[in-house]
């Protein structure tokens, strides 16, 4: 789970976008939850799950040396129609079919 200060300045990000009529564009998913009108970005849970892949190697013997990086590899792109509404923007419908989800968050 993300950290209390994280939430808050997601938070405070999207009021800001809100409150100067400024679409927020952001990285990760969890500013979109927060208000932002849009994210483009790697998968925190995406990553997480790699983490879990790279701990369990670790656990079970392999040196950490040895291990290859990565790269992401899931990227998704989340509206919030909620914001899109209160700025006066209008998604193309195809636009809205590419994004890989679509909140009302607010």
């Not at 927060?34 to 190697?57: M, N, P």
């Amino acid at each position: 789970m993300l950290g209390q200060r994280f939430v808050e300045v997601a938070k405070s990000i999207g009021d800001f976008g809100l409150k100067q009529r400024l679409p927020t564009v952001a990285p990760l998913r969890e500013y979109v939850d927060a208000g932002a009108l849009i994210s483009y970005g790697a998968s925190l849970a995406s990553h997480r799950r790699r983490a879990a892949y790279y701990v369990d190697k670790i656990l079970k013997g392999s040196a950490p040396a040895n291990l290859p990086i990565e790269r992401p590899t899931h990227f998704e792109m989340v509206i919030n129609l909620k914001t899109a509404q209160s700025l006066g923007i209008a998604f193309p419908p195809p636009m809205l079919m590419l994004a890989d989800d679509a909140v009302q968050s607010r």
